[in-house]
T-cell receptor, first 112, second 111 residues
Framework: GAGVSQTPSNKVTEKGKYVELRCDPISGHTALYWYRQSLGQGPEFLIYFQGTGAADDSGLPNDRFFAVRPEGSVSTLKIQRTERGDSAVYLC??????????FGNGTRLTVT | DQQVKQNSPSLSVQEGRISILNCDYTNSMFDYFLWYKKYPAEGPTFLISISSIKDKNEDGRFTVFLNKSAKHLSLHIVPSQPGDSAVYFCAARGSNYKLTFGKGTLLTVNP
């Protein structure tokens, strides 16, 4: 079937607003990761889910960032009180077992 | 501190010639290394990988070499084709299957 789907593909928001970014992983993939890619950088790890629980959230930059995966499939990355420095491409990836991660096309977030 | 480094931001080669992309890492606990390819406005796509217990893995035109003592890996593409033009990311796998990426190398293959 389909690959990892991320919506929206682009999001423009004003500084201080709240945003939600959605990720639909590949069906059956138990592991889900969020990464952030800033201009000129490689993707940087934010958070990892195994099933419904966040197994590792050590990459979240501060408490304005939060992510959920309530049913072990779709995940939502939530950013409160957005700042201009949050502007980046947010990538979601899913995987299972030892297989390489499959990435979505990302959500380009622009905070004005 | 950057645990995975790709020191060449860009590389330009002629079609048909060999492309060699390099990557260095610092964390000896990484157990798997991967190369991803990225086109503009798309997510990274897995290309090839190598376990830390191997020193070479080949898949068609793509070969990855790992030198553990030097903490260095390289991706060879031969022959290079214009469709190979993209950004290539080196990634290393650590705990929780978490990937640490380099900054990427923009490969341009000229016809």
């Amino acid at each position: 079937g389909a690959g990892v789907s991320q919506t929206p593909s682009n999001k423009v928001t004003e500084k201080g607003k709240y945003v939600e970014l959605r990720c639909d992983p590949i069906s059956g993939h138990t592991a889900l990761y969020w990464y952030r890619q800033s201009l000129g950088q490689g993707p940087e790890f934010l958070i990892y889910f195994q099933g419904t629980g966040a197994a590792d959230d050590s990459g979240l930059p501060n408490d304005r960032f939060f992510a959920v995966r309530p049913e072990g499939s779709v995940s939502t990355l939530k950013i409160q009180r957005t700042e201009r420095g949050d502007s980046a491409v947010y990538l979601c990836a899913s995987g299972t077992g030892d297989s390489p991660l499959h990435f979505g096309n990302g959500t380009r977030l622009t905070v004005t | 501190d950057q645990q995975v480094k790709q020191n060449s931001p860009s590389l330009s080669v002629q079609e048909g010639r060999i492309s060699i992309l390099n990557c260095d890492y610092t964390n000896s606990m990484f157990d798997y290394f991967l190369w991803y390819k990225k086109y503009p406005a798309e997510g990274p796509t897995f290309l090839i990988s190598i376990s830390s217990i191997k020193d070479k893995n080949e898949d068609g035109r793509f070969t990855v070499f790992l030198n553990k003592s030097a903490k260095h890996l390289s991706l060879h593409i031969v022959p290079s084709q214009p469709g190979d033009s993209a950004v290539y990311f080196c990634a290393a796998r650590g705990s929780n299957y978490k990937l640490t990426f380099g900054k990427g190398t923009l490969l341009t293959v000229n016809p």
